[in-house]
């Protein structure tokens, strides 16, 4: 079967049954006041939505080793090293459906759009201008960034949702961890810190950027938060030299068929990793590898227990077993860290 006929249309979504009840069923287990699986609902914020953003790894395997084949390559000081990792979210146990919607055939694993991530990101620090990195096993030399502000105005967002400006992922809690208003913030990849607390500011007053760069301004803070402003860093391209040939990177350039790449930044304008993300669904059966990125990643769907939920799988070789999917953070670096670190928050926010 060709790539092409496994990397599923959206027409096509409409078609499956999700097993267990689908994305709801999942999202329960995650409590008010937040709900990191459910879609952002932020109104009258424009953004240029990269599909999957909102999505965390549940129950994910998690292994530091580098894949088979894939690299660490030492920073110009060689204190660091930029890293080639592996996340998958949002997968689950599907089946086809027939014309009387009634499931039929063997179950499939879906990997939605945005849910397979490839990501070249720096073990600890960022990547500065000048120094060397990894781009899909070639050694390349961050030349040049363009980072631009986005500014979103006069929106609203509901108490455990989130919205995106910039490269960031920000989810608004409310309650906080300490009573007040607090948004937990996150890179487009994952990258994580401690929740913000937030100060209410009247309507017409804009306050000073903080050392984050972020900032906002609302006149409410209760269940609904009614934003003035608010504002993150977008990098919008960067110029590499790959394997001696200059090479410039615009966010969301198709990479390969189906996979767009898309250069992030911390808040304060670093940059910390490039992401590679399918832009349409992806359906795994046990018939077929799929070989993807040039040949550097195969998957290989072993065997579904349905009953138990556990899934037997395969990256470039190596075995995994996953839980109700093939969830997984493979590898090292910023953004399995700050997946990592997002999933530890949480799970100290809801008290388990």
Known sequence: MSLKTRLVPVILVAGILFAGGGEAARAASYPLPFDPFLAPEAFGCKHLLIPGA???????VVDSRVLPGWKEVPMKDGK???????????SAIVHKKDKDGKPVGPPLILIPAGGLVYD??????????GDRGVIFGHRAVLVKKDLQEETCRNFSVLAGRSFEVGDSVLTYLMPGPKGGPALLWRTLDGVSIRPHPLDEYPAGLVPPKSSTRIFGAYTHAGQIAEYTSF???????ETWKIDGKTKTVAANSE????????PISCPIGHHIGLMVYNDVPILLDTDHEMTL????????????????????????????TGTRGIDSLIGRGR??????????????LRGS
Do not use: C, Q
């Open 231 to 237: 504002s993150a860093p977008l990098m919008v391209g």
């Open 54 to 60: 909102e999505l965390l790894p549940h129950d994910p």
């Open 80 to 90: 660091n090293k930029t890293i080639e990792s592996l996340v998958i979210k949002g």
């Open 335 to 348: 953004a399995i860290e700050g997946i990592k670190n997002t999933l530890s928050t949480l799970r100290k």
């Open 293 to 320: 990125y040039g040949g550097m990643l195969k998957i290989r769907l072993v065997k579904v227990h349905e009953k138990s939920g556990k899934v037997v799988f395969a990256l470039n070789g190596r075995p995994y």
């Open 120 to 129: 070249a990101t720096p073990l600890e620090t960022h990547l500065p201008v």
């Open 255 to 262: 990479w390969f068929p189906h996979f767009r790449i898309v």
